[in-house]
């Protein structure tokens, strides 16, 4: 499935991706054979002489477009966007819902298609 946003068409991994390239606490790499994002860090561990040695540690897969732990900080960074009024096809509705009827997508999707066209427009 694609999603149209401000003229350019995606699909949930790349809504994944520009959330991620746009909104997160941490690096991330594109495993390109099953398309999806890993979240990494750096992590300090002691060596076996007690010194400080750093390693690059995996976090877990990225997909806000289906998880929402990974939805969460998108909801509150957009939440006075996302509850906003606008004229629906019968009546006034929130952006959040008029966004998953435009797009036929899920509350999750929606919420990635709003962070991405705020900070479109910001640009």
Known sequence: MTYTIDGKEYTEFDINLRCAELYLPCDYIINENDKSIDLIGV???LGAHGEPDERT???????????PADTDRIIDKCWDELNQFVSGKQR???KWIF???KHNCTKLVAACICYIE????AL
């Open 43 to 45: 992590q300090t561990w």
């Open 57 to 67: 540690v995996k976090y877990g897969n990225y997909n806000p477009c289906k998880n």
């Open 92 to 94: 006034m509705e929130t």
């Open 99 to 101: 966004t998953m009827q």
């Open 118 to 121: 705020i900070n479109e427009a």
